[in-house]
């Protein structure tokens, strides 16, 4: 695959789900101990790909969970928030900042927190009272990110008795690794026309729905405008029609995420709009893809993954038909504010 | 004031305000009877005027609330929702589609349910156990939502034992009326010289927070969006600096919406930010305004409908300077989809 070193994801994504008995231990510890609710703390990306988890949660388990943006969560008092609360955090790097000091202000709380992270003795991992490690680059890590959550999360949902298959789904995310390179080969060619026809757009409108919309909203924001400066809408396929929509014409560049959980019929809705208002659509949908050795009750929850997974090959694309290395920035880490 | 009927404004919101007794009487009803928590349901507009009172239940509270939207709502199996959960929805026609569907949805679940319309007889106050009614029109209607939710939320909290201060609070209420329409004289120079300004913009940048988010989300989404046909990207002061910053240049059009919560700090970070590096910053900061007759405590209470109710000011100039009607719709019951 173009730019793309197979080994590398291979042993990324392997390394995530060989965390399993690591996890099943943390699972059965903490709810051995037990806890009153559920925060998943992040910003930009990596608050991003919580929302899903807050979705798949709260659609499938009575444990409160709220997802909260770090730097706004530390300056407020969330009255359900405390010694009894079970925190979850990532940061690659183990160094963004926002979330070192929501760590420390989860601490301070005397909450308990999981930080996942690529590296020990990097700030996150020395101030989380759980670290899940995994190295990973910028372009392998959402994917070690997901199937840690994954286990992390269900197996927390099966102590619980509300996810009594556990054990089948986390058997079969063994096959994610090879899974998800099916899912890159196959969207290599889809990949590559995209960009070759909206290498030049300058604003593209990004619409997901239920577990698919936290991947839909950093799409837009950590790749499309920070990475390749694109103007971008990212907008709930349920709300797209409330304001939106109004923006449509026939040369409007429509992205659809489109995924396979009960909120399908909404982006559905958004493709038969579409079809009738632009000319320029495009829909990446998980359903086309096999994803060999999984489960059909399991697809769903796999849609963000799927979307995450496929996108990375969108996102090497636009860098090189647009001449814009994913890694040049105007300000982040660059200048002070 | 520009095209603006001034004893219209004064009946439609001293019609709110003289819904307390009501309001009352239904609060302590619920409250002696019990409930476990609390959904707040709508679309686009009618879901970012319910965002402010989450984020302030959730940060005064312990009652559990969840903000949901209503497409979304009614087509999973949200674990928390139930019989014994309370459900405030709102309608200015009370014919809003979505709106209705999740009241029936909310019905046959056996939720109790609250609802905020124009007027009796229609879809939504058919269908609500209890309605509340204050007829408005567009440019009023969220003024008079605002009034009636500050009433019933603080009121709900009140009985709680909560918010004591509940009592003072809506005696100050009563003075709001002329404190909107001071905030909104004032704001006639400012908006009209803005508008002046950035008429021929073709996209803005809105930045909010805390409980002002809703309003920056709406305000992009329903009004420039959906009635003016301008581009827009609505981003939360704290996830600003993951992805959307990027974007600035001098020419960068950037819109902030300040209020006087706890996540002021996040404001004022994007504010330093922005005087370095756009020429085009454009601030409506509540703080400037007196809010004769409301203590300083209730302040950050009020700042979304501050921010509501002077943007109502820009709107007006939109409409005129830029010679589109605020009605005019290409889609929106105009066509099917």
Redesign the interface.
């Known amino acids: 695959m173009f730019n793309f070193n197979e080994d590398n994801f291979r042993k990324v994504t392997k390394g995530a789900v060989g965390l399993r008995g690591q996890i099943e231990e943390i699972g059965e510890k903490l709810t051995a101990r037990g806890y009153k609710n559920l925060f998943l703390i992040g910003?930009?990306?990596s608050?991003a790909i919580m929302y899903p988890f807050e979705y798949m949660i709260?659609?499938?388990?009575?444990l409160?969970v709220?997802a909260e943006?770090?730097?706004?969560f530390v300056?407020?008092?969330?009255?359900?928030f405390g010694p009894d609360s079970l925190v979850i955090l990532s940061s690659l790097s183990g160094t963004t900042k926002?979330t070192v000091e929501a760590a420390k202000f989860c601490k301070d709380k005397g909450a308990t927190t999981i930080g996942l992270v690529g590296e020990l003795g990097t700030p996150l991992a020395d101030l989380t009272d759980y670290t899940l490690v995994n190295y990973s680059e910028n372009d392998t890590a959402s994917d070690s990110i997901y199937l840690q959550l994954y286990l992390l999360i269900f197996k927390l949902l099966a102590a619980r008795g509300e996810f009594p298959e556990y054990a089948r789904f986390a058997d079969e995310l063994e096959a994610m690794p090879e899974v998800l390179l099916d899912v890159k080969r196959a969207t290599e060619g889809p990949a590559e026309a995209f960009v070759n026809k909206y290498k030049d757009e300058t604003?593209h409108m990004l619409i997901g729905?239920?577990s698919v919309w936290g991947e839909t909203y950093?799409y837009a924001?950590?790749v499309l405008?920070?990475?390749q400066?694109i103007?971008?809408?990212s907008?709930?396929a349920?709300?797209f029609?409330?304001?939106?929509?109004?923006?449509?014409e026939r040369d409007t560049s429509m992205i659809l995420m489109t995924g396979e959980?009960?909120?399908r019929?909404?982006m559905e809705?958004v493709e038969?709009?579409a079809r009738?208002?632009t000319d320029k659509l495009s829909i990446f949908d998980t359903k086309e893809y096999e994803l060999k050795g999984i489960s059909d009750q399991f697809r769903k929850y796999l849609s963000p993954l799927i979307i995450a997974s496929l996108f990375e090959r969108v996102s090497v694309q636009l860098e090189a038909q647009r001449n814009h290395p994913l890694s040049t920035?105007?300000?982040?880490r660059t200048v002070e504010?």
Chains 1, 2 share one sequence.
């Open positions: 910003s930009g990306g608050i709260k659609t499938t388990s009575t409160p709220y943006i770090a730097a706004e300056l407020y008092d969330h009255k359900q926002e604003y729905s239920g950093s924001m950590c405008e920070e990475m400066w103007r971008t809408k907008v709930h349920a709300e029609f409330h304001g939106t929509l109004e923006l449509v959980d009960e909120s019929p909404l809705r038969r709009f009738k208002y920035r105007r300000y982040y504010y």
